[in-house]
């Protein structure tokens, strides 16, 4: 038996969000939104949300256009609507308190959700991203993203990323990267072979929006985490948040926690056995403080 349930909804524009549920809403914890990567989905949260749905109601989306939620015209994938279709889930829930914990992209919108509905905010996990994304990361992921990458098994998925991304998961062992290809890759029945779970069309979605230019002062987003509690996990190794960004997120807010992973780069599962614990006190405080 699963340690979730799958949900779907329809966002404001028609597109079907997919999400999963740990836990139960009876359960006395604060309720929890996992928000992923950029390229990723919800079944990078499995290991943390199965352990943290044991104290909480645990909400674990899949962006549009990744995993199981629909493809949609690619000019939606963009910030403004990934806030809008998250606020959506929110409400079908009926989640009115929420700690939010976000991975990389995921980390942006949570900052972007303390603007957008702040007094819904019990908290925030940020995992290895900052108001500054270091220029080898950002050249990276536009390198990989939309890129049509396909293996003949699972097996062979999950070695291809240990090449490109061994440095970064130094101690991971065989059953780690074949675990990260099965919520990377999914089955293409009609080519029968094993193909990435997002929408390539993603990636001319991130052109335009570079071509635009219109980023928002992501340090000013930052700043809306000023009166919230706020802890940050950081992989000593990552290219996306450099220890320069860190010290700087420290300063301008000194209360805010910090967990740094030695041996991990971009981005910490946050189920290490540093991290785990350090997450599970955070959640605990976030229950205790009643923050509104």
Not at 31 to 58: E, I, Q, W
Not at 111 to 116: F, G, H, I, K, S
Request: proline fraction near 4%.
């Amino acid at each position: 038996m699963s340690d979730f349930s799958t949900h779907h909804f329809s966002a404001q524009d028609g597109t079907r969000i997919h999400y999963r549920r740990y836990g139960d809403r009876a359960l006395a914890g604060t309720p929890v939104l996992c928000l992923a990567g950029l390229t990723r989905n919800s079944r990078d949260f499995n290991k943390l949300a199965t352990r943290l749905g044991k104290d909480r109601l645990v909400l674990c989306p899949d962006y549009r256009g990744r995993g199981q939620s629909a493809h949609a015209d690619y000019r939606t994938y963009a910030p403004g609507n990934y806030v809008s279709d998250v606020m959506h889930l929110l409400a079908v829930e009926d989640i009115h308190r929420v700690i939010v914990i976000g991975t990389s992209l995921g980390g942006l919108l949570a900052m972007a959700l303390t603007v957008a509905i702040p007094a819904a905010l019990a908290g925030l996990v940020i995992n290895d991203v900052g108001p500054d994304i270091s220029a080898d990361g950002q050249t990276r992921i536009l390198d990989y993203v939309g890129v049509d990458q396909r293996h003949a098994t699972l097996e062979k998925a999950a070695e291809a990323m240990r090449k490109t991304y061994g440095a970064a998961f130094p101690d991971w062992s065989e059953k780690d990267w074949l675990t990260n290809a099965a919520g990377t890759y999914t089955h293409d029945a009609a080519a029968n072979n094993w193909k990435l779970d997002y929408d390539l069309k993603l990636r001319d979605a991130l052109a335009e929006q570079a071509k635009s230019g219109a980023l928002p002062d992501l340090w000013a987003l930052f700043r809306g985490l000023s009166h919230l509690p706020a802890l940050l996990v950081h992989g000593a190794l990552s290219d996306v948040l450099k220890a320069e960004t860190v010290a700087r997120m420290q300063r301008e807010k000194p209360d805010m926690e910090l967990v740094t992973l030695d041996n991990r780069g971009h981005a910490p599962s946050m189920t290490e056995p540093a991290c785990l614990p350090r997450i599970l006190a955070f959640l605990e405080r976030c229950d205790d403080t009643g923050h509104h």
